[in-house]
């Protein structure tokens, strides 16, 4: 993929800069910010231009569509850099698209491919200094949209704020990764907005994800709201199982995010020769194997958590920990799509791009 330039867009730089004062070895995930942020107003039914300037707190009226209906959706990517110092995205097209998926199904106005994919271009090259050498070090992009325009009526906005900031970033969780699986609370239902990046379905997490939290577990995998019988996706990722040396995962559906990071997982096992199948992941049948030894690993993968292999699993009041293998294929995958991202390896998919 080639990137687009935006035709015109301002950019207002920082009188400093503050990446002198970032600890880049200690970083903990989403917390520090560069010295830009990207703004892009629509407004009379269309896309202002758009300006990069310092990173600050903006003014938005406290009617805004944002507060009162959650009217917003956002994006997760990451800048790698290589050893000769480029500076690389991973699939870009592939969250441009779907930004504007989510984009349609919440009512909100979709953003042209210069905007976003030439947004991005123009302020990761600005910030490339942030962008860390070696493997784990990462600028994390958000890409977002906020409905700001006033008045309390439950309708979709008219005006609205796409912006892009900038994180350093290493890894999303520190230390090892327990779930629980979910018996009560659901993600998402038919019909819904499971299959947008909404804000609203990352908020509604956040009380059973609590909940799981004060029990010792990082992370809910969720189930089908209709039956609780299908193990679907985890909070902040999608989750394979791995039964023998057969690698299993929901296949994706209006209740499940089609992940980047899960679908290159899918590619690159199939390209390796790893069984992998998309289908129903039905709880019975990983209770099953993990009583029976089979279930060898369970791994989230999505662009914060990267892979994140899961050490154990809580289903109806019984924890199941997974075996410690020497060969995992969580972690060969990991490797692989790794040695992309970093251009350590052949990227025969063309799925990098550089900035
Ligand atoms: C990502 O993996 O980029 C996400 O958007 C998940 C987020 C909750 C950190």
């Given at each position: 993929m080639m990137l687009k330039t935006p035709n015109e867009i301002d950019i207002v730089r920082a009188?400093?800069?503050?990446?002198?004062?970032?600890d880049f070895e200690n970083l903990s995930f989403g917390n520090i910010f560069t010295d830009h942020m990207l703004v892009c107003d629509f407004k009379n039914g269309k896309w202002e231009k758009p300006i990069i300037k310092p990173y600050e707190p903006f003014l938005i009226d406290p009617s805004a569509k944002v507060f009162h209906y959650g009217q917003a959706i956002f994006e997760g990517m990451k800048a790698y850099k290589d050893n000769q110092d480029d500076v690389w995205l991973f699939r870009p097209d592939e969250n441009f698209h779907r930004f504007n998926k989510s984009a349609s199904r919440m009512a909100m106005p979709e953003v042209p491919e210069d905007i976003f994919i030439g947004g991005l271009k123009t302020i990761v090259d600005l910030e490339r200094?942030?962008?860390?050498?070696?493997?784990?070090n990462t600028l994390y992009l958000r890409p977002f949209m906020i409905a700001i325009g006033s008045g309390v009526i439950a309708q979709p906005s008219t005006q609205y704020r796409f912006m892009i900031i900038l994180s350093p970033a290493r890894s999303y969780y520190q230390g090892e990764v327990k779930v629980i699986i979910a018996e009560h609370y659901s993600r998402a239902a038919n019909g819904?907005?499971?299959?947008?990046?909404?804000a609203g379905n990352y908020s509604a997490q956040f009380y059973p994800q609590k909940l799981a939290q004060e029990k010792g577990f990082q992370q809910i995998i969720w189930t089908d709201d209709a039956t609780h019988t299908k193990l679907e996706e985890a909070g902040t990722m999608n989750v394979f199982f791995r039964i023998n040396d057969t690698i299993i995962t929901a296949p994706v559906s209006e209740r499940i995010l089609d992940g980047v990071t899960r679908k290159s997982l899918i590619a690159l096992a199939k390209r390796e020769g790893i069984n992998i199948e998309e289908r129903d992941v039905l709880v019975n049948e990983i209770v099953k194997a993990a009583k029976d030894g089979s279930l060898k690993e369970i791994f989230g993968a999505g662009t914060a958590a990267v892979v994140s292999p899961i050490v154990g699993f809580q289903y109806q009041e019984h924890y199941y920990e997974l075996p410690k293998l020497e060969n995992s294929l969580a972690m060969h995958l990991k490797e692989e799509i790794t040695k992309i991202q970093y251009k350590l390896a052949d990227d025969t998919f063309g799925w990098t791009v550089k900035i």
């Open positions: 009188k400093s800069s503050k990446i002198t004062e970032v200094d942030w962008v860390k050498k070696g493997l784990g819904g907005i499971g299959a947008a990046k909404a």
